[in-house]
């Protein structure tokens, strides 16, 4: 297993507005994910993000507006870029440290007003 | 298309009485089905991996198999901490990287 946290653990930002969330894990990990969590719905995957190479973004998520860094094997960040009130949702991180399955962080609630 | 869907949509019991959940997936081949247990306002708690058909995984009163289409959760005399959305998630075996394709999942209220 891992543990995972996370900061802030919630926000409320102006519209047009950056905020960028950290991710830290207890042990070194490959691939770090990040997802988001719209009110009442389930997870959608962001982005993977593996230590020295770029961020793998998935459809209908782009670079420009979810920037990811990821300069070590127990670290990454993630930033909601020049957000609207659709950005608000819970963002949470999740790393793969053994076999399959993947452990979460507690997730970072964002309101955008 | 991968896809996941879960079944019911909530899920009300009454403290000690057993039900199921249903997870129906859809992949071309499957690598790896997950159980998560999720509580409000908390990131999802992984519970089990399930492989291959046929296959059980238990853990106190939840019981979780798997056949070549679905996954069942069985929660046997529920408490009121069993409360939680339960979301289970697949891995395709077709992906050249370890995406995970999450189910809208069951929320379930266990009443004392």
């Known amino acids: 297993s891992a543990v995972i946290s996370q900061k802030p653990s919630r926000d409320i930002c102006q519209r047009g507005t950056s905020l960028t969330i950290q991710c830290q894990v207890d042990?070194?990990?490959?691939?770090m994910f990040w997802y988001r969590q719209q009110p009442g719905q389930s997870l959608t995957l962001i982005a993977t993000?593996?230590?020295?190479?770029?961020?793998?973004?998935e459809s209908g998520f782009v670079i420009d507006k979810f920037p990811i860094s990821r300069p070590n094997l127990t670290f990454s960040t993630l930033t909601v870029s020049n957000m609207s009130p659709e950005d608000s949702s819970i963002y949470l991180c999740?790393?793969?440290?053994?076999?399959?399955?993947?452990?979460f962080g507690p997730g970072t609630r964002l309101t955008v007003t | 298309e991968d896809q996941v869907t879960q079944s019911p949509e909530a899920l009300r019991l009454q403290e000690g009485e057993s039900s199921s959940l249903n997870c129906s997936y859809t992949?071309?081949?499957?690598?790896?089905l997950f159980w998560y247990r999720q509580d409000p306002g908390k990131g999802p708690e992984f519970l089990f991996t399930?492989?291959?058909a046929g296959e059980e995984k238990e853990k106190e009163r939840l019981k979780a198999t798997l056949t070549k289409k679905e996954s069942f959760l069985h929660i046997t005399a529920p408490k009121p901490e069993d409360s939680a959305t339960y979301l289970c998630?697949?891995?395709?075996?077709?992906?050249?990287?370890?995406?995970?394709?999450f189910g809208p999942g069951t929320s379930l209220s266990v009443i004392p």
């Open positions: 399930l492989y291959s």
């Open positions: 998630a697949v891995q395709a075996s077709e992906t050249s990287y370890d995406k995970v394709i």
């Open positions: 992949v071309s081949g499957l690598r790896g």
């Open positions: 993000a593996n230590q020295g190479s770029e961020a793998t973004y």
């Open positions: 999740s790393v793969e440290p053994g076999g399959a399955e993947q452990y």
């Open positions: 042990s070194q990990v490959t691939m």
